[in-house]
């Protein structure tokens, strides 16, 4: 079975590219998905790309991912600061867990600076702009030692 990655979007993530330029960047979240789905292609992985503006969905989401993949990425977006749901339902999931934000939240306001969702996180990468969905998806695969072996040593294994 091909290693299989969800990448998980959360409330107005679908609004990316469309306002707020000066924050989180012109490329929209459909630019961000092919962007995803060419490097899955590359890397021999299924990915599943989703995003909801509802809380709840995110959590049923990664209630599915528990038979559905191998590893999440998520950008929880607003859900990062509050939801206990959440946290909770990524503690259940068994696999790495790799938290995204587009922009650098520690050099943001109070409101945008304290994510709840970390502790339950393998890995967090923020800042990177959209270019931390293709970061965020190759470490989900390196993290599940998948990545093909085509590849060089440093990207496939790192520093020995
Ligand atoms: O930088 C990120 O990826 C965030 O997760 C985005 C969230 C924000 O609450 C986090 O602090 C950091 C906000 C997502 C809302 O996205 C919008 C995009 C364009 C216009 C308005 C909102």
């Keep these: 079975m091909p290693t299989r990655i969800c990448v998980l979007n959360g409330p107005n993530l679908n609004l990316l590219g469309v306002r707020e330029p000066h924050i989180y960047g012109t490329t929209t979240l459909a630019a961000i998905e092919k962007s995803?789905?060419?490097?899955?292609?590359?890397?021999?992985?299924?990915?599943a790309f989703r995003q909801?503006?509802?809380?709840?969905?995110?959590?049923?989401?990664?209630?599915?991912?528990?038979?559905?993949?191998?590893?999440?990425?998520?950008?929880?977006?607003?859900?990062?600061?509050?939801?206990?749901?959440?946290?909770?339902?990524?503690?259940?999931?068994?696999?790495?867990v790799i938290e995204l934000h587009i922009s650098n939240i520690h050099a943001r306001d109070e409101l945008h600076r304290h994510s709840i969702v970390s502790p339950a996180a393998k890995a967090v990468i923020c800042g990177l702009g959209a270019y931390g969905y293709v970061v965020a998806l190759q470490c989900a695969v390196r993290l599940l030692d998948a990545l093909p072996a085509s590849l060089p040593a440093?990207?496939?294994?790192?520093p020995r």
């Design 154 to 158: 440093a990207m496939r294994k790192g």
């Design 36 to 47: 995803c789905r060419e490097l899955a292609a590359a890397l021999g992985v299924r990915l």
């Design 52 to 96: 909801t503006n509802h809380e709840g969905t995110l959590v049923e989401w990664v209630h599915a991912a528990r038979d559905e993949a191998d590893a999440i990425v998520i950008n929880p977006a607003g859900c990062t600061f509050h939801s206990v749901s959440l946290v909770d339902a990524l503690r259940a999931f068994e696999g790495p």
